[in-house]
């Protein structure tokens, strides 16, 4: 059974710093696409960053120069870090991780990241 466990978020002021893990069991990531998502009330689930198969790195423009996502192939693990964080970061995030072939994605149950102003 799959399992993606995110952790690390909370209650942050802005320009603060968060750093979100997502620890995985039941799955590799090798060969997958990793990524982050979030989710604000009242919009959209948006990409916020991912690293493809091949070990590429994309940002959301709104994040780019300002989060990081990392990833550990070995202990199926990746972790994102804001910084220079905004009250508009304010979301529920998710980590993701995507099908091979004919498979499916599998989604973490999301961490709540608030920044006040």
């Known amino acids: 059974q799959v399992q993606l466990v995110e952790s690390g978020g909370g209650l942050v002021q802005a320009g603060e710093s968060l750093r979100l893990s997502c620890a995985a069991s039941g799955i590799t990531f090798s060969s997958r696409l990793v990524a982050w998502y979030r989710q604000a009330p009242g919009k959209q689930r948006e990409m916020v960053a991912r690293i493809t198969s091949s070990g590429s790195e994309n940002y959301g423009d709104s994040v780019a120069g300002r989060f990081s996502i990392s990833k550990d192939n070995a202990k199926v693990a990746m972790n994102l870090q804001m910084n220079n964080l905004k009250p508009e970061d304010t979301a529920v995030y998710y980590c993701?991780?995507?099908?091979?072939?004919?498979?499916?994605?599998?989604w973490g149950q999301g961490t709540q990241v608030t920044v006040s102003s």
């Open positions: 993701f991780v995507a099908r091979i072939g004919s498979g499916r994605d599998y």
